[in-house]
């Protein structure tokens, strides 16, 4: 067994140390309870959402590097608890930057995602690399941030290099999507209200804008591939949506080992049985995977997007592929 946590939080815009302190009250929170690894949201460190209304002189004012202080804190934090700590932050490296992901191990080594498909803002550049590490206790793990998770092609490529347990930092649910059916709003009202009618907020969190939206994908994602998925999420107001929280851990057949819909900063804890994993059913299917026909995966057909045009553009889609014989 390892036990696992991941914490959904509403985070202060700008407040490194408002935000380190609470990342710091979870990870005292979760070591005391025998975990092994906990998992915070995505851009843990800053917020999220508001960053796309900094300019890029801000934007590079607020970023650290990997070595800068926060990732160190925390690194110094999972040493001193013997846990490992995954923290989001906005990464500096020779002038670029990056919506980046690290996870602290308790030996001292630190592994970092840089999101492959980064939107926020034009400033902020994209990754080009997958991130699958070993880990204390025996079991690979690999990162994928939020949208990153929204291609099937980078969770079957990181279940490929290995890893069994996916770190899945998010800032979603509540968002305006462009789909017809996609997710929505959540009404800021409803979470200002929350001590008011916490009933209602939950039930708003728990529908189609929220959890709903989740269980469309991720148990798919953990089932077919045969992992643990770690979700972790921002809950409440940010900027101008409301995060749904929903933080959840999910086995490799796509069930909910533990979860909440709680209007509020929490941890959720479950052990994760490695055991479920040799026979899973995404791991027996993968061994009958064909890689002679998967090329058309590789091939670029011309109507390609970049990560902030596929995220923002209202423009319908091509429907057939412009080199399909019926183009």
Not at 90 to 98: H, I, K, Q, S, V
Not at 114 to 128: M, N, P, Q, V, Y
Not at 178 to 185: A, E
Not at 313 to 326: C, F
Request: aromatic share 8%.
């Amino acid at each position: 067994m390892l036990r696992c946590a991941v914490v959904q939080f509403e985070p202060r815009p700008d407040d490194k140390v408002y935000n380190l302190g609470r990342m710091e009250h979870f990870v005292r929170e979760a070591a005391a309870g025998g975990v092994k690894m906990i998992v915070f949201p995505e851009m843990s460190l800053l917020g999220y959402w508001h960053l796309r209304r900094h300019t890029a002189e801000r934007l590079h004012a607020l970023a650290e590097p990997l070595t800068g202080p926060s990732v160190t804190a925390m690194s110094e934090l999972a040493a001193r608890h013997g846990l490992a700590v995954g923290i989001g932050f906005l990464e500096a490296d020779r002038g670029a930057l990056f919506n980046s992901y690290a996870v602290c191990l308790p030996d001292g080594g630190v592994h970092r995602h840089r999101k492959l498909h980064a939107f926020e803002h034009e400033a902020i550049s994209s990754g080009d690399a997958y991130t699958v590490f070993d880990t204390p206790w025996g079991v690979r793990a690999g990162i994928l941030l939020c949208w990153d998770n929204n291609l099937v092609e980078n969770v079957r490529a990181t279940a490929l290099l290995g890893a069994s347990v996916l770190v899945a930092p998010h800032q979603t649910g509540g968002t305006d999507s462009r789909s017809p059916h996609g997710m929505k709003p959540i009404p800021p009202e409803l979470w200002h209200g929350r001590h008011r009618d916490p009933a209602a907020v939950e039930a708003a969190f728990r529908g189609p804008d929220g959890r709903g939206w989740l269980l469309r994908r991720l148990p798919a994602r953990a089932h077919d591939n045969g992992l643990f998925v770690l979700f972790s999420n921002g809950v409440g107001q940010d900027d101008d949506e409301v995060r749904t929280g929903n933080a959840m851990i999910l086995d490799p057949y796509g069930r909910i080992l533990a979860e909440t819909s709680v209007p509020a900063d929490a941890l959720v804890t479950a052990d994760l049985d490695l055991g479920l994993l040799p026979l899973s059913t995404g791991r027996r299917w993968i061994q009958g995977r064909r890689p002679e026909l998967y090329g058309i995966l590789t091939r670029r057909f011309g109507d390609e997007r970049d990560p902030r045009t596929a995220r923002f553009s209202g423009a319908p889609v091509r429907l057939v592929a412009p080199e399909d014989p019926g183009a």
